[in-house]
């Protein structure tokens, strides 16, 4: 395929396509990782996430010159969208030259994957710290309570539906106890998605 008319070269700013970035604080490696990976995907290059899938490693002396200049110009296209959406740090900790993109991505989920106990503990400290206070309305607050919910499961260090729901409450404004004390009572426990529905809920009726 023409380099000129390949899916890949059509990207402009990554950042349109994966507007998140990666670093040592933000414990989103998880997330980065599948948006790249779909990304790849979507734009024909999720070979280059891979070992030994260059022209030469695959055909050898039956690689063409326009093969091999193709795979090396998608491969630092694909090298460049690693390097736009992670922080400078890692950006420092990661680049050597000549590298490839499957080698810089390798040397990210090594960084990331061999260190799992710290960041789990890490994402549990900041379910823990994660307080209704510090975000503009209700269902802000649920939706990152449930983004670090499901990034400890992904770490083998979930909690289960209702302690959750547990952390959800203790997170809660005092304005909310009422509340709070009504669904750690209920004879049945709430599950997450039916305690967010009523706090929205209760919210919504407080604002009106």
């Given amino acids: 395929m023409d380099a000129k008319i390949h899916p890949a070269v059509t990207v402009s700013n990554i950042r349109n396509f994966i507007p998140v970035t990666l ?3 933000t414990a989103q490696y998880i997330t980065l990782s599948e948006l790249f990976m779909i990304h790849c995907t979507v734009f024909q290059v999720h070979d280059h996430l891979q070992p030994n899938t260059s022209p030469a490693a695959k ?9 091999v200049e193709l795979w090396n110009r998608l491969d ?15 950006l420092q900790t990661i680049m050597k030259q000549k590298t490839t993109a499957y080698d810089a991505w390798t040397a990210l989920e090594t960084l990331f994957q061999d260190n ?5 503990l890490h ?6 710290n994660t307080r209704l206070e510090s975000f503009p309305n209700m269902e802000a607050y649920c939706r990152k309570v449930k983004v670090l919910f499901d990034q400890l499961c992904i770490l083998d260090a979930g909690l289960s ?12 404004t ?26 929205c809920h209760v919210e919504s009726c407080k604002s009106a």
Avoid: C
């Fill in 23 to 25: 670093d040592n604080e």
């Fill in 123 to 128: 994402l549990q400290e900041k379910l823990t």
């Fill in 161 to 172: 539906d209702q302690q959750l729901v547990l952390k959800l409450l203790m997170g809660l």
């Fill in 116 to 120: 799992k106990p710290a960041q789990a």
């Fill in 76 to 90: 630092a296209i694909v090298l460049h969208w690693i390097y736009g959406t992670i922080s400078s740090d890692l």
């Fill in 174 to 199: 005092d304005q909310y106890k009422t509340t709070t004390t009504v669904l750690q009572n209920e004879k049945s426990f709430p599950s997450f998605n039916e305690a967010r529905y009523r706090l």
């Fill in 59 to 67: 055909s050898g002396d039956k690689a063409t010159i326009e093969d």
